[in-house]
């Protein structure tokens, strides 16, 4: 199959984004006041409003509404104080009035942007660069957002009998009607991405937002987060969109953007051999990493729009609005902002630094700390290196939470700044802390960790390795000073890990003149 | 006993308990025999529910005997009846459909609940046309309900049971609910007062729907007053109806005034309406010359619009019809046609045996009307006629505090009558636009028809919100009228023994049957 650089080259994808994302931090459902909480045994958190039964009616959740105004301001959407909701008719049993509450054509948020800036190497998979280009090899791109609407979400359908809960081989379908009617956001993107790595950092700027907002827990995994992704491709150079398809509900980052490179391959493909894109709804299965088709319906669905009766239209007053303005904290991007220009920190450390809010309240109390200002850099390393090596290799890890306190992150990182431990050794100490609940001076004082800097100590062993490696030492003098490498690794190991980089480095340079 | 209660009004029942002239588990009961004896030929209740009625009995006379009674409102101890879309917890909700036969509701609806609150005895559920579609009572699937005053003619509808039950004295008030002239034109065909108030003064919440943006809740009974005690006890904002608004008016406190120095709106071109029966045109034309004469004045209006109300509402009707109604789909309660291979295919069956033909009829409309081909032609139209029918009550109502005219174009027709669906549309060409504005509109008794010997009934329309007005005229008409009149064949057992004994024909008022044309003769 053709690669997705070469399918670049020749064709140009344009990506749209639909993110739903589940309110979960409302305490009740969008029209009723059922608990918004899924976790509870099935079919609990139900009341007349939400299983239509006959005479209940819907009213709205003004919490809601705030969340999304909230959403709107912060992704610099135009709030549109006159609006209303929609019936969106269908006859599936996770509906059960056999509609969907939803919006029409007007949202509460209309006309919104986020810029993304791609970072180096997934910045390459743009054939085209863009004007807007960083030194450090990243790009920032203006990403249109078409509306941003509140709904309510369906029931939770499980296909008994079918394979992965899919209704294909089913023998029968159990409801659990607590997801019915839980506050939903919708946001439609215009088609203004151009690869898979655009639409997965959009998606992942949008989960910063929100997490910042404090409205949802973006959870991909549990489906709080999810993702629908159009992609057409058309000729390089030509304006004509080409027809697109639909990935359909998808649960990570990783799978959105793998998704959309496949189907910008296979796309490829076809236009290649000069056959047509069929218009269709697919599935990506990560355990293949290919998309298959969904079941397609033989006719477009007629959904009979109209405005919903039961709920009056809305005047949003501008004193609301100011209100909900006055609520939204400090945002990712401010707070990068923000970072760079009090603390000197790089672009691409400040972004990293505000992706996610626990790691951006630890290194905020970090800098709180004596002394933090002059260890920014490393602290900053530490925290979107290390921690996030740590996050992966521990299990039940929690930033925040347990031995690791800002006191001791500052401690450690101060310690490899007084090259009292090498940085290779602050990992080490970083997961005895976790370990032992320690302070990194401690653990570095019992487990006998300090560096070795004292350059007659570091001579010594220098010598030992050189007159231990003729051969080696002939070659780099001959030319292969990639052998350098060697010359540390079998220093190191004479001192246990525990020598200064830095000194044997230079000390290894010198010696092998 | 039980007859006296039958012609007693409301006003009356509470203050014979208030004096202790009965208790509330005699009167209970009384009332509930007589429902059992009257209703075995006008078959207005689907369900009597004795039960609740004695229960509620019980402590409306440990009220009584705790001395906490003085201080309950006026509806307590008053029996009452609901149309059969209004849930009330632990009894059926039918909506005279075969699709919720079998149906148990789970919880009460606010006006219900609203009237239980102000002491109401919860007497039973009353018949209607189908999911309320109709103008007959005839499309219920348990049968029709009869006209008290000639049992071969139809009691109007939808809330046909309601009307009747309180035209036959089985109860002095009940609920209906009005989505285009529902409770007007029953309490017309019967000689009864029902009042449809402005959109929003009353909760919908736990009525079934039918129009959402159309249907009202309001009351029947036999006079204006208990008709306004009734409304005073089910207005006002419910936070489970987001249509519903702020309301806490006294409806009774202008019915004293009389209409001097009011203004009274005619509508000339609905006095030339082709299908305007002479008896009716005459019986309205005498009520205005009333209302001139105890010191209206009558100024002519246009409402150049309101011919095109019956278009408007037969594309707005079916369409909210159609997606109010997609939930009766037989999966979590509902009609069930079993043994089905697929889920489409039993929706399908049930929905095909759950509903009756004029059901049916306006679900397969609102589906043609809001699909995406003919939205356009139909459906926004209709909104914007809507608006310029309500603009035109908007202007009307800058002239005049209340528009006087004809409920229906003619008196309770025969039972089978009319057949035609868009004939029968036609006959709500008065009330169907009032409606469509949000107006209040009520429906006054003008005793009966020269020609049909039926009763006639005029119906005052009021401004948004001002729903006072058109009870303050009410209430002059039924000073001319009469009140609490009983259909004679089941008046005259009462009135035998309401003279014989109790005080309650205190006013004289059961002395029904008085002509329209001849009140005409006695204003003169």
Redesign the interface.
Known sequence: MISLEDAMKEWEPVIGLECHIELTSLDSKMFCSCKNEHGDAPNTNVC?VC??????????NKEAIKDIVLTGLATNCDIEKHTMFY?K?Y?Y?DM????QITQGPKAFCMRGHLDLTIDAPAANERVDIPEAQGKDGSYTTHIGIHLIHLEEDAAKMVHVGGREGRIEGATHSIIDYNRAGTPLMELVTEPEMHTPEEARRFMEKLREIVLALGISDCSMENGSMRADGNVSLRRRGTEKLGTKTELKNINSFKNLHDGLAFEIRRQAEILNEGATVLQETRHYDPSTKHTIPMRTKETAA?Y???P?????PFDLSDEFIDEVRAMLPELPDQKAERYQKDWGLSSYDARNLVKDPTITAFFEACMKQKDAQKLVKPLANLLINDVAQLGNEVEDFTLGEGPLTPERAVSLVGMVDAQDISTKQMYEVLKFIVDEDKDPATIVKEHGMKQVSDTSALGAVVDKVIADNPDKVAAYKGGKTGLLGFFMGQCMKALKGQGNPRALNELLRQKLQ | MSDIFGTMSAAQIHQGLASKEFSAAEMTDAILSGIDAADKSIHAFLQVTPDLAHEAAQKIDQAIASGDFESMGPLAGVPCAYKD???LRDTH?T?ASKM?EN?V???T?TCVQDTLDAGCIPVGKTNMDEFAFGSTTESSVFGPTKNPWDQTRVPGGSSGGSAAAVAAGMVPVALGSDTGGSIRQPAGFCGVVGVKPTYGVVS??????F???LDQVGPFARNVHDAAEMLNAIQGRD?????SQQSAKDFTANLDEGVKGMKVGVVPAFMESEGLAPEVKNAIEAAAKHLEDAGAELVEIELPNAKAAISAYYVLGP??A??NL????S???GYCDEGHKT??EQ?EASRAKGFGAEAKRRIMLG?YL???NE?HNY?YPAQQIRTLITQDYQRAFEKVDVILGPVSPCTAFKLGEITDPATMYLFDMFTVPVNISGNGGMSVPLGLGKDSSMPVGAQLICPAFGDENMFRVAAELERCYGSNTVAPDFASAAQANASAGANASADGSASAAVSADDQKGGTR
């Open positions: 007349p299983l239509g039964m006959p005479g209940a009616l819907p009213s709205p019936r008719g006859m049993p059960a009035k056999n509609f007629d009979r729009m109209f919903d009766p039961d709920l009056a | 879309n209004m849930n909700t909506c919720l149906y509701s789970p919880f609806a919908r919440y736990g009525v079934v729907a129009g959402s943006s936070p489970k109806d987001c249509t369409c909210e159609f997606s997609a939930r009766f789909d999966v979590r309660y889920l489409a929706y589906s809001l699909s995406a939205y459906y």
